[in-house]
């Protein structure tokens, strides 16, 4: 069989199975209302939670900072790529976050794949939560240490783990601070005490929380007054910009800058991003507006679905999943909001398990009145339409 035929006969069932997805091109600013496959759409289903990805002081910032410093990074953090504005960001993640000292690495996927893929040794265990984020378990994979799973934020689960792992090395706690699929918060004050009775190291990836939850934005540490030993995080997110990156100790932060691969083996991320993330940092610590008016427009959608009868998951993040059950009920319900100039695509298997896919809408503080009850109301039309709701 000829390569493209054995490639078409498993795209087939893809699209047999309904899960076949395909690329749409936006031609605007991420704002939230932008130009979808050339349709003026509202934009319910980015991570632009504060509104900054198209924030004018950190565009300044990084039209400034491209006139210095041109376009790309040219080269690794260890050859050429190390800049001023590199090191800078770094000690002002580390400031935010409240640690030693960080390290930035040109995504959040890669900064989770370097850590678990360098920290844990031969004869360690990673405990990993059913639901972490794809980066996470691909980490695990990558990780010379066992990897042992279990249930979803269930400390009870986490308890017997961590008894029936005693015989190894080393126990690693590996979890989202806010799982992306479900918007649930990791209970992480009761996994610190777990990982202290059981002699264990936390590692946190933090990128739905950082910007967003706590009384300064800091994340899930800051939201429940708690130290994990390494906290992940990403730039693209509420920060509004690109890159990922690592906090913690200056000891972890040297050994990760000498062995974690995903850092020595990548180009860095262009200085500009660097200007215009530290400007988003030094705003989400000083601007509570953005935050507040982020954390209305949460509690108003999710409560108004529920009440309308919807099966809503999560807690009071950005993340609002809508759960419709199969996925073509999902993909129906995405279409006729599509149809209502609502841009908010479903999520199927195997992102979500069989049975639970959803239209997982985020919400951002950039989001207007009228664009969240056009929202609600399109939900309640569709809702009754397919008979998901009464």
């Keep these: 069989m000829r390569f493209n035929q054995w490639l078409t006969q498993r795209i087939e069932k893809t699209k047999e199975a309904g899960l076949y997805r395909e690329l749409r091109t936006l031609s605007t600013a991420p704002q939230p209302q932008r130009i979808v496959n050339g349709k003026e759409q509202v934009v319910f289903s980015s991570n632009n939670y504060l509104g900054l990805a198209h924030n004018p002081i950190l565009i300044e910032k990084a039209l400034k900072t491209l006139q210095e410093f041109g376009l790309g990074s040219s080269g690794s953090r260890l050859t050429t790529g190390n800049t001023e504005w590199h090191e800078k960001l770094e000690q002002r993640i580390a400031r935010f976050k409240k640690t030693e000292a960080a390290l930035l690495f040109s995504s959040g996927y890669l900064a989770n794949i370097g850590v ?185 959608i999710k409560n108004r679905l529920e009440a309308m009868g919807f099966i809503v998951y999560g807690q009071h993040t950005p993340i609002i999943p809508v759960i419709m059950g199969e996925a073509e009920t999902s993909v129906r319900f995405s279409e006729k909001l599509q149809e209502k100039g609502i841009y908010a695509p479903a999520i199927r298997p195997p992102t979500v398990p069989n049975g639970e896919s959803r239209i997982r809408l985020t919400v951002t503080a950039a989001h207007h009145d009228s664009q969240v009850e056009h929202l609600l109301t399109s939900f309640k039309d569709i809702g009754r339409e397919l008979e998901i709701i009464s």
């Excluded at 005693?166 to 126990?171: A, E, K, L, N």
């Excluded at 990791?186 to 777990?194: A, F, G, R, S, T």
């Excluded at 200085?271 to 982020?294: F, G």
């Design 116 to 300: 678990l893929s360098t920290l844990p040794e031969k004869g360690d265990v990673l405990l990993s939560d059913q639901l972490n984020h794809a980066s996470i378990i691909d980490g695990c994979k990558l990780s010379k240490a066992e990897t042992v799973i279990y249930q979803h934020a269930d400390m009870n689960r986490l308890e017997q783990k961590l008894k029936e792992t005693q015989t190894y090395t080393r126990r690693f706690i590996v979890t989202d601070g806010v799982f992306s699929m479900d918007g649930t918060i990791v209970p992480l004050d009761q996994i610190m005490k777990l990982a202290k009775r059981y002699d264990a190291y936390v590692i946190v990836d933090d990128a739905h929380a950082t910007g967003v939850l706590g009384k300064d934005g800091r994340g899930t540490s800051e939201f429940f007054g708690v130290s994990p030993d390494v906290v992940i995080g990403t730039l693209s997110k509420a920060v509004g910009v690109e890159g990922g990156f690592v906090t913690g100790s200056k000891m972890l932060i040297d050994f990760l800058l000498n062995h974690a691969r995903t850092f020595i083996f990548q180009t860095a991320i262009p200085p500009l991003s660097c200007a215009a993330a530290y400007a988003a940092l030094d705003t989400i610590e000083n601007d509570q507006d953005k935050r507040e008016r982020l954390l209305r427009n949460i509690k108003i």
